[in-house]
């Protein structure tokens, strides 16, 4: 009987949900945006000085449009669990999060009493609850590098090995 080494999974389902959910909010965002967009009569704003209104709309689809862009270039990055993906989710939702808190708190913007605006901000809290799970976390931290993981990077960068460098030293690196 032998024993081989299993291969952990490349994406543990956390991740892959949580992916999902970001690619989620991204696509809502920006069908939040569209729904706001076609509420005003962008004619007649334009021909004079914009209402507070069309100010308002442009001043939302400006910042949660930027946001939605992000969140999907993040889902896409968390998927592929990149080094940096979990810091930059949890970022978005506090940027997104925080939008919505200014625009509660900070206008005397229509969005006030839009139930989107809860929406927005309920999702938000969620996601960043889930990000800070232990599954989650664990996923992206930092990994010691095994000997066979250096040798593929030495194969894939085309280093060389000196036996000399080898034998004089007996300590790990700090990779």
């Known amino acids: 009987m032998s024993v081989e080494p299993t291969l952990a999974a490349p994406n543990p389902w956390p991740i892959r949900a949580i992916s999902l959910l970001m690619a989620v909010q991204a696509l809502c965002l920006a069908g939040v945006i569209v729904y706001f967009v076609r509420q005003v009569d962008w004619d007649n704003e334009l021909i004079a000085v914009p209402s507070p209104m069309a100010v308002d709309t442009f001043l939302f689809t400006a910042g949660y449009g930027i946001i939605a862009v992000m969140l999907l270039m993040t889902a896409t990055s968390f998927y592929f669990q990149r080094r940096s993906a979990w810091v930059i989710a949890i970022a978005l939702q506090g940027l997104?999060?925080?939008?919505?808190?200014?625009?509660?708190?900070?206008?005397?913007s229509h969005f006030r009493q839009s139930p989107w605006l809860y929406v927005i901000m309920a999702y938000s809290v969620i996601l960043v609850l889930y990000l800070n799970t232990a599954d989650v976390r664990t996923a992206f931290l930092a990994r010691t590098?095994?000997?066979?993981?250096?040798?593929?990077?030495?194969?894939?960068?085309?280093?060389?090995?000196?036996?000399?460098?080898?034998?004089?030293s007996h300590e790990q690196p700090d990779w």
Do not use: K, N, V
């Open 96 to 108: 997104a999060l925080g939008f919505a808190l200014w625009i509660y708190f900070g206008t005397t």
């Open 145 to 168: 590098p095994t000997p066979r993981d250096l040798a593929e990077y030495r194969r894939a960068e085309g280093l060389t090995e000196s036996p000399a460098l080898l034998e004089q």
